[in-house]
Each structure stands twice: as structure tokens, then as C-alpha cells.
């Protein structure tokens, strides 16, 4: 479970990396999935490889399903959770976001509670890292305490077809200068609000960053 003064951290900033981890097993687990997952769809932009955890959703068999399922569903993740939502929780989406060395997307400033159709927008995101994630390799980014108004603020559509997403929070919305880099070791993991102002910028690194959120 978390801490107190995680807890507290969550509650203020909106972002928080609990002192718990993924094992190393786990670790190893999901960076051969990863590989499984990114040879099935070699035609999905690995940036973008949605609802893993779903064999309907055309991104693998039941086995790749039933494995994108367990990592998201594991103790150690779904007790942090609670921590914040409470013991009724409901696995209703998940994502890999998978930045190539070199070429790896940028993801724009944005709102989760803006592309969730979810009501009401009670959930928390949990961002695992496979790979180290750092701004040298497009690590998320966020706005401490951006989510305290509870509010989905104005997004626009972007002419920037390579980014991840298709909107953009609007600049006038938020104080870039205030932006702090969520940094992740690979097993380490984040949990963030679903009014979190957050973004990341592309992968020019010469090294792999890949997550999977659920």
C-alpha cells in the first residue's frame, strides 16, 4: 500500500512513485512480452499498441491478452491503487507506449479525462516502465498540482500528424515553467490523475523507452 506521505504526495502534485516496485521476474516477464507484441503487429505504431490486455482487440491471442492482463492486475500495482481509489476497482483500459531509439513520437500536452469515456472520471493511471525512462528518452512530463481544479480544460486539434495524439492541451491553459520530468527506472512504476496535465517529447535517444499504462 502506499504511504502516508505518498499518499499526501498524490493528493498535492497528482503524480506520485510509490517505494514499491516491479520484481525482476515481473521485469523480465514484460520485456519479452513487449517483443512478442511488437512481432504480432509489426503494422501498429508502437507508440500507440492499445488494450493489449483485450484479445478482441486484435493486438494478439488470448496468450498475449492473458499476459498484458496478469501485469496489469498484479498485487503489488492494484494495492496502490487501492490506496487511492479504494478495494472496488474495474480494469477498463490499458495501453503500451512504446518510444523507438531515434524515432519514437512525442505525445502532446494533454489530459487523460479528455480522451476517457469514462463518467464519472474517478481513475487513477499507473505508468510501469519497462525501460528506463529519462528525458533523454522521452520520459513523461507533468505539471505538479494541475489536476486540483478537477476540470478537463480546452484541447485543439494539432496539424502535427506525427504525434501521438491528435489534440493538445492549449498553451494559454498551463505554466510550462513549472513542468517536472516523471523519471522511472525499468520496474519502477507512477500513478497519476486523470486531470494531470502531462505530455512527453520524442525519443532521440539512441535507447528504447517503452511503458505500459493501465
Known amino acids: ?18 517505494h514499491v516496485r516491479l520484481d525482476s ?10 517483443e512478442r507484441l511488437l512481432a ?11 488494450c493489449p490486455h483485450i484479445a478482441t482487440s486484435r493486438l494478439g491471442g488470448d496468450d498475449i491478452s492473458r499476459e498484458w492482463f496478469a501485469f496489469a492486475t498484479q498485487p503489488v500495482v492494484l494495492d ?28 502532446p500536452w494533454h489530459q487523460d479525462g479528455k480522451y476517457w469515456p469514462i463518467r464519472p472520471l474517478a481513475t487513477v493511471s499507473v505508468w510501469m516502465a519497462i525501460d528506463d525512462a529519462t528525458p533523454e528518452n522521452g520520459c513523461m512530463n507533468y505539471i505538479p498540482g494541475s489536476h486540483r ?17 491528435p489534440e493538445q492541451l492549449r498553451r494559454d491553459e498551463f505554466d510550462l515553467s513549472k513542468a517536472k520530468a516523471d ?16 505530455g512527453s517529447e520524442p525519443n532521440r ?5 517503452a511503458g505500459f499504462v493501465a
Open 205 to 209: 535517444s539512441a535507447r528504447r523507452r
Open 1 to 18: 500500500m502506499l504511504t502516508e506521505n505518498e499518499i499526501e504526495t498524490y493528493s498535492r502534485d497528482g503524480l506520485v512513485v510509490p
Open 149 to 165: 481544479t478537477q476540470r478537463v480544460y480546452a484541447h485543439e486539434t494539432s496539424a502535427d500528424e506525427t504525434m501521438v495524439l
Open 80 to 107: 496502490c491503487v487501492q490506496s487511492i481509489l479504494g478495494p472496488n476497482l474495474i480494469l477498463w483500459g490499458s495501453q503500451v507506449f512504446c518510444k523507438p531509439a531515434h524515432t519514437g513520437r512525442k505525445v
Open 25 to 34: 521476474v515481473t521485469q523480465t516477464h514484460m520485456r519479452k512480452a513487449l
Open 183 to 198: 523519471t522511472l527506472d525499468a520496474g519502477q512504476f507512477s500513478l497519476h490523475d486523470v486531470y494531470l496535465i502531462h
Open 40 to 50: 504480432f503487429r509489426d503494422d501498429v505504431a508502437p507508440e500507440s499498441l492499445i
